[in-house]
C-alpha cells in the first residue's frame, strides 16, 4: 500500500479486505464477482450523475464515496486474483493522465491544438499501443445506445467519413422515417427503427448538441408537463378525450411561457 495513502483510504480499503475475508466477512460480499458487481458500478456512477444534475452537494459526497467504494471493490477481487492492486489501479491512471497531458507534465509545446484533438491523439496512440486495428475499437459496448452511437459517429468523422453540413444528415433522417413507414415485419421494423434513432443521432452532432443531454432535457419537460396536465385534470386525466387531453398540454405550455391559454 502506498505511504500517500490518506487514513480514510486506507480505512476504507481495510474495511473492503475484511468484508471479503473468507473466514471472518460478510457472506454476501464474499459470494460477489466481477459481473454481478459490474451493474451496481454502473448504477452508482449514474446516481452521481443524478446528484450532479441536482445540484445536491451532500447527496454527490455520498454517491462519489458509493463509486469510489465500487473501485475498492473491484481491485480487492483482481487483489485476491494475483491480478492488481488498488494501488495499481491508482499508477494506471496517473501514468495515463500524465501521458495523455504532455503540455503540462511534459516538454511538449501546445500546438494550437484544441483540447479535444489532443485528448483523442493520445487516446488513439493508447489504443494503437494495444492492439486496435479500427477506428471503432475500444468504444464500450455497454455504454447506454445513445451515446454509443454518438461516440462510433465521432470516430468515423476523425476519419472523415461525415456530412460536410447538417443537410446531409436531415436527408437522411427523412429517408429513414420513410423506410420505416414501408417495414412490412416486425424484424424490419426493429432494425429501420434503429436506423432513424442512429440518422438522427448524427443529425443533433451536426448541430453541435450533445444527444444525451438533449434527450435528457426532453425528458425532464415531458415528464414536468405531463404531471402539469394530471394536476389541471384533478385526478381525471386518463378519462378526458385526445382532444381535452390536448387542450391541457396546451394550457401547461402557455403557462410555462407565462400566458394565457
Known sequence: MSTATTP???????????????????????????????PYTIEEAYEVDDAIARNDMAALKEELGDLLLQVVFHARMAE?????????????????????????????ADEGQSREDRWETAKAAERSSKGATSAMDGVALALPALMRAEKLQKRAVRQGF????PSGGSAKVYEEIQELAEASSDEERVAEAGDLLFAA???????????????????AKFE???RGMEHLAKGRFAQLTLDQQEDLWQAVKAS???ETA
Open 8 to 38: 480514510n483510504l486506507s480505512r476504507l480499503l481495510a474495511i473492503m479486505a475484511r468484508l471479503r475475508d473468507p473466514e471472518r466477512g460478510c457472506e454476501w460480499d464474499c459470494a460477489q464477482t466481477f459481473a454481478t458487481i459490474a
Open 80 to 108: 485476491e486474483l494475483g491480478l492488481f492492486s488498488f494501488d495499481d489501479v491508482a499508477a494506471a491512471i496517473s501514468s495515463k493522465m500524465e501521458a495523455r497531458h504532455p503540455h503540462v507534465f511534459g516538454d511538449e
Open 162 to 165: 461525415d456530412w460536410p453540413d
Open 201 to 219: 443521432v448524427n443529425l443533433v452532432r451536426k448541430h453541435g448538441v450533445a444527444p444525451e443531454e438533449a434527450l435528457r432535457q426532453a425528458n
Open 224 to 226: 414536468r408537463r405531463f
Open 256 to 258: 410555462e411561457r407565462g
